[in-house]
Nanobody
């Protein structure tokens, strides 16, 4: 099994930045990609950004240019650098790992709250 530990959320003013981290442990050999997802109140969970083992990235249109996903393979950690944050980015952010068939490897954790407000 794969275990994930998310960190880095918080309260930030519009235009500010935050960096989220997601550290993986356990059966990481089965991981083909890792991604960040978010769920705002009253909305469905959505993909924010995803990165494969080969470094290929995918972004939601709403975060392109502002957010950057990266990974440190030595630390088995994925980062989400979020710049120019907007109030509509407010959500609980979740990390998950995907196998070669792009199926999620983990149950959804508690996530980390990101609140963008003045």
């Amino acid at each position: 099994q794969v275990q994930l530990v998310e960190s880095g959320g918080g309260l930030v003013q519009p235009g500010g930045s935050l960096r989220l981290s997601c550290a993986a442990s356990g059966s990481i050999f089965g991981i083909n990609a890792m991604g960040w997802y978010r769920q705002a109140p009253g909305k469905e969970r959505e993909l924010v950004a995803r990165i494969t083992n080969s470094g290929s990235t995918t972004y939601a249109d709403s975060v392109k240019v502002r957010f950057t996903i990266s990974r440190d393979n030595a630390k088995n950690t994925v980062y989400l650098q979020m710049n120019s944050l907007k109030p509509e980015d407010t959500a609980v952010y979740y990390c998950n790992a995907l196998n070669s068939h792009m199926y999620f490897l983990c149950a959804w954790g508690q996530g980390t709250q990101v609140t963008v407000s003045s």
